[in-house]
């Protein structure tokens, strides 16, 4: 594989994720550190070079004239993934496992990571008004996936098929923190059971 380097800001679950992925496959990754609270993903050099979204994970593959970057960290994580166990063969499950990363980025990390982001790095007395406005939806939208995912895991070891997939990374990258963003683990069972798999498993790295 070419030589890989991650963008990446360490307090951040998206970056995570793909370390977390690299990791289990044994997959060496470079990195390099930005500080998001200090806006070091929107410089003109960063926008111009690195990627034009303004954000971090973004995965670099290969250096010099013929590097390529990958933003996204469910796009990141399939790059890394492809081809291994992590990724399902059979075609419904692999699909499955995308609806479960799609479901991630849409009805899970806006709500518990913004949170975690907003209470633990930011502070509550530092929200704008807007984002104060947005507490209580962002907790109710949180807590409604938690509370599908805990019945999804109720009488399953991994969100698809059998073994764990790029599904359970993606969702566990801010689940495990959730409590940064004071959403209660305790209320759902079958989540705490399946965290406890997820950081039993062979060669797993913690956030930080
Ligand atoms: N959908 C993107 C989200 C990326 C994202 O929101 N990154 C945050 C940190 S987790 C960021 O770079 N924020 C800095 C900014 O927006 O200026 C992914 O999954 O990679």
């Not at 890989?4 to 550190?33: Q, V």
């Not at 509370?147 to 790029?166: A, I, K, N, S, Y």
């Amino acid at each position: 594989m070419d030589h890989l380097t991650l963008h990446e800001d360490p307090i951040s679950g998206n970056c995570y994720k793909i370390k977390l992925t690299a990791a289990l496959l044994d997959i060496p990754l470079a990195t390099i550190a930005y500080d998001v609270t200090k806006g070091e993903t929107r410089t003109p050099k960063f926008l111009a070079t690195i990627n034009a979204n303004g954000r971090i994970p973004v995965l670099q593959i290969g250096t010099g004239d013929t590097v390529r970057f990958l933003p996204e960290s469910n796009a990141a994580c399939w790059y890394l993934a492809d081809g291994s166990d992590l990724i399902p063969t059979d075609r419904f499950d692999r699909a499955d496992m995308l609806r479960w990363m799609f479901f991630e980025q849409y009805n899970h990390e806006p709500n518990v990571a913004t949170l975690r982001f907003w209470l633990k790095f930011v502070g509550e007395r530092n929200l704008s008004e807007a984002q104060r406005g947005q507490l209580a939806a962002k907790r109710a939208g949180g807590e409604a996936a938690l509370q599908l995912m805990d019945e999804h895991l109720t009488g399953r070891e991994w969100f698809v098929g059998e073994t764990p997939t790029l599904a359970d990374i993606a969702l566990f990258a801010y689940t495990h923190v959730a409590e940064d963003g004071d959403f209660v683990l305790g209320d759902y069972p079958a989540i705490q059971a399946w965290l406890t798999r997820m950081s039993a498993l062979a060669r797993y790295v913690a956030l930080v």
